[in-house]
């Protein structure tokens, strides 16, 4: 039992860089203790990134810990080496069979304390005393004992290799470049370890900063759960106090309400979650094969780095982080306004609404990912279509509604719509009855002559000068104008020219929380003729202006 503590604190005692005896002990301030020369040696190297780390723990220090040599720890190992702490017991110093071998030693062999990388050959304490005595073996390198140092050895010329050959990209003697490699790119081990280095610090500076994105990108995640689970919860509340100011029969609605908003909830903070552990996955396996790196750019045997390089330098494809694309706008709120509208239309409830407030929900989405595309087929953008009927109270008093307000005229003779706040005075012009969130595509079919297509924000004005209330001439609506064959687009009164197929039809593609608005000439095919980029604040309504005199517009029917 006493040899056994003997040989325990021996390692106890031992610097993990040198792997001898502590000399001048410091202890940095994670605790762990070393040579001074050989943690100022070790820190020297890193005085360029001004980052310091501890060689065992890898805990990091700014700025460069100041060393104190630790006397009482000094005094201690002092005391142990008198008391036989270098001699330890006979037995546990012969090599086993999982041990290096001295290679100078005769019938039972000694552990090995060092390999000389020049020497080829291993060596205990006792028979390693002339590398550190002798001049003739001052430049022999040393490293940690090890029983690979035969594959040092060039099996074609029995010559040490200490050259590479770039062209074939292996390890060669000096005589394979006169053969086998002659006239290849070579180079000595140590110019091609040197420059390997570089490759790796950078594929370790590139692994620390994925460490750092990943890890941000967790802590955003985990705030945009806590965000929608609150918006959610407040979106559950308004619409309950909402619901029962209602009669009886909505209170069935007002349960169905609650579940999709949970429903949703429970879906994106699943999917959010999800990334969160494939995000943390990554991360741990960053750090394992950062940790992998960093023993490998310790390696003092330029053939074993040379060898392992390859296997280890290898990253996996990192998590496609693209969807992480968050708008923080609003995720369950529209659901509030839905509802808000439907307790002032009772009628329309149970016919129209109810639709709406159900595709509000399920647009909630917080990872905006690549599913969520724009379509590229009619096809693809009919799932989205949205039964759009015009709103009589909103109607310039110089056009008729028919065919269940689907339908508009500009014609010559007033209409007797009753007088509303909500009407058009001077413009000839109507906005729909339907607010328009989520995802929602329309078709207008017009004859006749020239009109403006157009979406806009329910406050904007309805009386005064045209660029207060006409569509496109303000910063509350936006608006495709189709007038003497020509198209143009028009927001805030700023027009641009736009260019495509003429057709008596044109589709609309709103995607309100992407903040994308989209014309489309449609016929046979759709062709794009204009798109924009913005930020919807409010739901938005559709709407058509009728330049000349006759001309009809039709919200058609796509289902």
């Given at each position: 039992m006493a040899q056994q503590g003997a040989q325990l604190d021996r390692e106890n005692f031992s610097c993990s860089i040198c792997l001898d005896l502590l000399k001048d002990p410091v202890t940095i301030p994670c605790g762990h203790s070393y040579c001074m020369s050989c943690i100022n040696n070790f820190w020297d190297k890193d005085d360029e990134k001004e980052i310091y780390s501890c060689p065992q723990c890898r805990q990091t220090f700014t700025p460069r810990p100041f060393l104190v040599k630790n006397t009482m720890f000094a005094a201690l190992v002092e005391q142990l080496k008198k008391t036989g702490l270098q001699a330890a017991p006979a037995d546990l110093c012969y090599a086993g069979p999982e041990d290096v071998a001295c290679d100078v030693c005769t019938g039972r062999k000694l552990k090995a304390l060092k390999s000389c990388l020049v020497c080829l050959a291993s060596y205990c304490e006792k028979h390693l005393q002339p590398h550190y005595e002798s001049p003739t073996f001052k430049k022999h390198k040393l490293v940690g004992p090890s029983q690979k140092l035969q594959e040092n050895i060039c099996s074609r010329h029995d010559e040490v290799m200490k050259m590479f050959c770039r062209t074939d990209q292996q390890i060669i003697c000096y005589l394979c470049p006169v053969d086998e490699h002659k006239g290849h790119d070579t180079v000595s081990a140590a110019v091609e370890r040197t420059e390997r280095q570089r490759e790796l610090e950078v594929s370790r500076l590139n692994i620390q900063q994925r460490i750092q994105d990943r890890e941000k990108d967790v802590k955003l995640l985990q705030q945009e759960v806590e965000a929608v689970s609150l918006s959610a919860d407040k979106a559950v509340e308004d619409s309950e106090k909402i619901f029962t100011e209602l009669i009886h029969h909505l209170q069935k609605r007002s349960s169905d309400a609650k579940q999709q908003i949970r429903s949703q909830q429970e879906a994106e903070v699943s999917r959010v979650k999800e990334l969160q552990e494939k995000l943390q996955q990554e991360i741990t396996e960053l750090k394992r094969k950062d940790t992998e790196l960093k023993q490998l750019s310790h390696t003092e045997d330029h053939n074993q780095f040379l060898h392992n390089y390859p296997s280890v330098s290898q990253l996996s494809e990192p998590t496609d982080s693209s969807s992480i694309n968050i708008r923080p706008l609003r995720y369950f709120e529209d659901v509030t306004a839905a509802v808000s509208e439907l307790r002032d239309k009772?009628?329309?409830?149970?016919?129209?609404?109810w639709t709406n407030i159900s595709l509000t929900v399920t647009e909630v989405d917080v990872l905006l990912s690549n599913s969520k595309a724009e379509p590229k087929t009619r096809a693809g953008f009919l799932q989205y279509s949205h039964e759009i009927t015009l709103d009589p109270n909103t109607a310039f008093t110089w056009l008729l509604l028919s065919e269940g307000n689907r339908n508009v005229k500009r014609i010559h003779q007033q209409q007797s719509y009753s007088s509303h706040p909500d009407i058009f005075i001077g413009s000839y012009q109507v906005l729909s009855r339907e607010s328009l969130t989520g995802r929602c595509y329309?078709?207008?079919?017009?004859?006749?002559?020239?009109?403006?297509?157009?979406?806009?924000?329910?406050?904007?004005?309805?009386?005064?000068?045209?660029n207060e209330c006409g569509f496109g001439l303000n910063d509350k609506s936006w608006?495709?104008?189709?007038?003497?064959?020509?198209?143009?687009?028009?927001?805030n009164n700023i027009s641009t020219p736009v260019s495509g197929p003429h057709s008596s039809r044109l589709g609309v593609y709103l995607d309100h929380r992407a903040g994308i608005l989209s014309f489309y000439s449609v016929s046979e095919t759709m062709t794009l003729l204009h798109r924009v980029q913005t930020t919807f604040t409010e739901p938005l309504y559709a709407g058509v202006w009728l330049l000349d005199s006759g001309v009809t517009a039709e919200f058609c029917k796509l289902k």
């Amino acid at each position: 039992m006493a040899q056994q503590g003997a040989q325990l604190d021996r390692e106890n005692f031992s610097c993990s860089i040198c792997l001898d005896l502590l000399k001048d002990p410091v202890t940095i301030p994670c605790g762990h203790s070393y040579c001074m020369s050989c943690i100022n040696n070790f820190w020297d190297k890193d005085d360029e990134k001004e980052i310091y780390s501890c060689p065992q723990c890898r805990q990091t220090f700014t700025p460069r810990p100041f060393l104190v040599k630790n006397t009482m720890f000094a005094a201690l190992v002092e005391q142990l080496k008198k008391t036989g702490l270098q001699a330890a017991p006979a037995d546990l110093c012969y090599a086993g069979p999982e041990d290096v071998a001295c290679d100078v030693c005769t019938g039972r062999k000694l552990k090995a304390l060092k390999s000389c990388l020049v020497c080829l050959a291993s060596y205990c304490e006792k028979h390693l005393q002339p590398h550190y005595e002798s001049p003739t073996f001052k430049k022999h390198k040393l490293v940690g004992p090890s029983q690979k140092l035969q594959e040092n050895i060039c099996s074609r010329h029995d010559e040490v290799m200490k050259m590479f050959c770039r062209t074939d990209q292996q390890i060669i003697c000096y005589l394979c470049p006169v053969d086998e490699h002659k006239g290849h790119d070579t180079v000595s081990a140590a110019v091609e370890r040197t420059e390997r280095q570089r490759e790796l610090e950078v594929s370790r500076l590139n692994i620390q900063q994925r460490i750092q994105d990943r890890e941000k990108d967790v802590k955003l995640l985990q705030q945009e759960v806590e965000a929608v689970s609150l918006s959610a919860d407040k979106a559950v509340e308004d619409s309950e106090k909402i619901f029962t100011e209602l009669i009886h029969h909505l209170q069935k609605r007002s349960s169905d309400a609650k579940q999709q908003i949970r429903s949703q909830q429970e879906a994106e903070v699943s999917r959010v979650k999800e990334l969160q552990e494939k995000l943390q996955q990554e991360i741990t396996e960053l750090k394992r094969k950062d940790t992998e790196l960093k023993q490998l750019s310790h390696t003092e045997d330029h053939n074993q780095f040379l060898h392992n390089y390859p296997s280890v330098s290898q990253l996996s494809e990192p998590t496609d982080s693209s969807s992480i694309n968050i708008r923080p706008l609003r995720y369950f709120e529209d659901v509030t306004a839905a509802v808000s509208e439907l307790r002032d239309k009772l009628q329309d409830i149970l016919r129209d609404k109810w639709t709406n407030i159900s595709l509000t929900v399920t647009e909630v989405d917080v990872l905006l990912s690549n599913s969520k595309a724009e379509p590229k087929t009619r096809a693809g953008f009919l799932q989205y279509s949205h039964e759009i009927t015009l709103d009589p109270n909103t109607a310039f008093t110089w056009l008729l509604l028919s065919e269940g307000n689907r339908n508009v005229k500009r014609i010559h003779q007033q209409q007797s719509y009753s007088s509303h706040p909500d009407i058009f005075i001077g413009s000839y012009q109507v906005l729909s009855r339907e607010s328009l969130t989520g995802r929602c595509y329309w078709e207008v079919e017009w004859r006749g002559g020239g009109l403006r297509v157009a979406v806009a924000y329910k406050n904007i004005s309805r009386a005064g000068g045209s660029n207060e209330c006409g569509f496109g001439l303000n910063d509350k609506s936006w608006a495709l104008r189709f007038y003497n064959n020509c198209y143009t687009f028009w927001f805030n009164n700023i027009s641009t020219p736009v260019s495509g197929p003429h057709s008596s039809r044109l589709g609309v593609y709103l995607d309100h929380r992407a903040g994308i608005l989209s014309f489309y000439s449609v016929s046979e095919t759709m062709t794009l003729l204009h798109r924009v980029q913005t930020t919807f604040t409010e739901p938005l309504y559709a709407g058509v202006w009728l330049l000349d005199s006759g001309v009809t517009a039709e919200f058609c029917k796509l289902k």
